[in-house]
């Protein structure tokens, strides 16, 4: 079946720091790919998805490329704020509408 | 519009106990999930209803675990009885309809965090 993995975290950085959390995912045929974002106390939304290959997805700053040659969705953002501290959970959705997430990854921002 | 809501926030129990949820979706949306969340980890579906019938059931561990939706509205999660490994938080998700893709409309509620001592 579908699965996702994504790297480890926390990971801890200070404000205007560069963001990456890798993504990769298993599948058959072409899943869709999302990010959702969990704020403390609060259920999972949806930040960016993307539908195709190179298919770029991207909001509030956030940005995560479909590339289908590695499987790979990474999550990169260029300066981070103490308010972008969460959890990003990775998701993948084939035929089936059900996405399959990854463990998720905390971010800490430091001010 | 309002969104997805559970209750309660917080529930402690001691094993053997049950213990049920609740969850009210966006008014009009046909499909409701039940997702567990175990810390550290992404959340799995328990079991997807379209209105008042049963579409996934699959991941639902129905020797402890019941869920329904008996009007095609609002649900109820039950597990009875509560074992150590249940622990989690339980997250209510809707949409419009089961065939929409999960990024059109698909709204997770902030969950019950259940702690079985």
């Known amino acids: 079946g579908d699965s996702v993995t994504q790297m480890e975290g926390p990971v801890t950085l200070s404000e205007e720091a560069f963001l990456t959390i890798n993504c990769t995912y298993t599948?058959?045929?072409?899943?869709?790919l999302f990010w959702y974002v969990q704020y403390p106390g609060e259920g999972l939304q949806l930040l960016l998805k993307a539908t195709k290959a190179d298919d770029k997805g991207s909001n509030k700053g956030f940005e995560a490329t479909y590339r289908k040659e590695t499987t790979s969705f990474h999550l990169e953002k260029g300066s981070v704020q103490v308010s972008d501290s969460a959890v990003y959970f990775c998701?993948?959705?084939?035929?089936?509408?059900?996405?399959?997430f990854g463990r998720g990854t905390s971010l800490i921002v430091h001010p | 519009e309002a969104g997805v809501a559970q209750s309660p926030r917080y529930k402690i129990i001691e094993k053997r106990q049950s213990v049920a949820f609740w969850c009210n979706p966006i008014?009009?949306?046909?499909?409701l999930y039940w997702y567990q969340q175990i810390l550290g980890q992404g959340p799995k579906l328990l079991i997807q209803?379209?209105?008042?019938?049963?579409?996934?059931d699959s991941q639902l561990p129905k020797d402890r675990f019941s869920a329904e939706r008996l009007k095609g509205v609002d649900s109820t999660l039950k597990i009875q009885p509560a074992k150590l490994e249940d622990s989690a938080v339980y997250l209510c998700?809707?949409?419009?309809?089961?065939?929409?893709?999960?990024?059109?409309?698909?709204?997770f509620g902030s969950g019950t965090r259940l702690t079985v001592v």
């Open positions: 998700a809707s949409s419009l309809d089961y065939r929409d893709r999960v990024d059109y409309g698909y709204t």
């Open positions: 998701a993948s959705s084939g035929g089936s509408y059900i996405p399959t």
């Open positions: 209803f379209q209105n008042n019938g049963v579409v996934d």
């Open positions: 599948a058959t045929g072409y899943p869709s």
């Open positions: 008014s009009g949306h046909a499909t």
